[in-house]
């Protein structure tokens, strides 16, 4: 509940996690805080900021005599409640290609174009990092490959991480093999229902790699 009015204000940030100077170690970027109440990293001082931003979400809900309704209302569509619900889930950079796709009725678009972006996104990771230029399935072994990852999930240090990193990686390809590449190649009729899910899958893919490690 309380992620959900913090996320209705637009007071929740997500936040990047940097180890000491002194210390060393991995960046930590676009960091829900609520995820690390409990177990803060680098000793991070989770519970003052949280408090902040519920000190801002308190400032809007006072300013506005009607968030009670707006928060615990429901519209009378419930179907519209649903997936207001769920886009609140979807990646921005998925909403940004998908949203407006899925809207008018073109669900099977809606979904190829969030795999493109997904895509496009690894593909200019690796551009920048390598200068190779891959595509699909096999960009995606290689940008996140166990062995060698351009992009790393998880840390090598462990057979935990390890096999994370290898567990993402499968994950990766096989949303070019199984749902970029039927959608692109057919013309697929999918249901609204087909595409939510899967938008949301992708849109799993596209947070891992905003919470990447980064390595100084």
Not at 114 to 125: G, S
Request: with cysteine; aromatic share 6%; net charge negative.
């Amino acid at each position: 509940m309380v992620q959900r009015i913090l996320v209705k204000t637009q007071t929740l940030k997500l936040i990047s996690v940097a180890p000491p100077a002194l210390t060393g170690g991995y960046v930590m970027q676009n960091v829900n805080p609520l995820d690390y109440i409990f177990d803060p990293p680098y000793g991070l001082d989770i519970h003052g900021h949280i408090c902040d931003v519920i000190e801002q979400a308190i400032g809007v809900i006072e300013a506005d005599s009607e968030f009670a309704n707006k928060l615990e209302g429901k519209p009378l569509n419930d179907r519209d409640d649903k997936d207001c619900d769920i886009w609140s889930l979807v990646h921005p950079s998925i909403s940004e290609v998908s949203k407006e796709r899925m809207k008018d009725g073109y669900y099977a678009d809606a979904v190829e174009a969030a795999c493109k972006a997904l895509n496009t996104r690894v593909r200019d990771i690796m551009l920048d990092q390598t200068g190779e230029e891959l595509d699909g399935a096999g960009l995606m072994r290689k940008a996140f490959s166990p062995g060698n990852p351009i992009i790393r999930i998880a840390s090598p240090a462990s057979k935990s991480g390890h096999d994370t990193q290898q567990g993402f990686m499968d994950i990766f390809a096989g949303v070019m093999t199984g749902i970029r590449n039927p959608k692109a190649h057919d013309n697929e009729t999918i249901t609204k229902e087909d595409a939510l899910r899967k938008l949301i899958m992708i849109s799993l893919l596209m947070y891992k790699i905003d919470s990447r490690i980064i390595t100084e």
